[in-house]
């Protein structure tokens, strides 16, 4: 499936691959932030949306 896809896509491989590429780097950072993340900062945010201080 993917090898027909490339070969359709004559001169633009570069940029499926750096699309690929950004997708992968935006995955990989927002996952280790969030594994990096203390629990109380996790648990504030968690609850931001129920706080009512109007």
């Known amino acids: 499936m993917f090898k ?3 070969d359709q896509a004559d ?3 570069g ?3 750096a699309s690929l590429a950004i ?3 935006f995955f990989i950072t927002v996952a ?3 594994l990096v ?3 109380d900062t ?13």
């Open 15 to 17: 940029y499926m691959i």
């Open 11 to 13: 001169g633009h491989q």
């Open 4 to 6: 027909q896809f490339l």
């Open 37 to 39: 993340m203390k629990k």
């Open 42 to 54: 996790i648990k504030y945010m968690s609850n931001l949306p129920l706080e009512d201080e109007q």
């Open 23 to 25: 997708f992968f780097v």
């Open 32 to 34: 280790v932030l969030l």
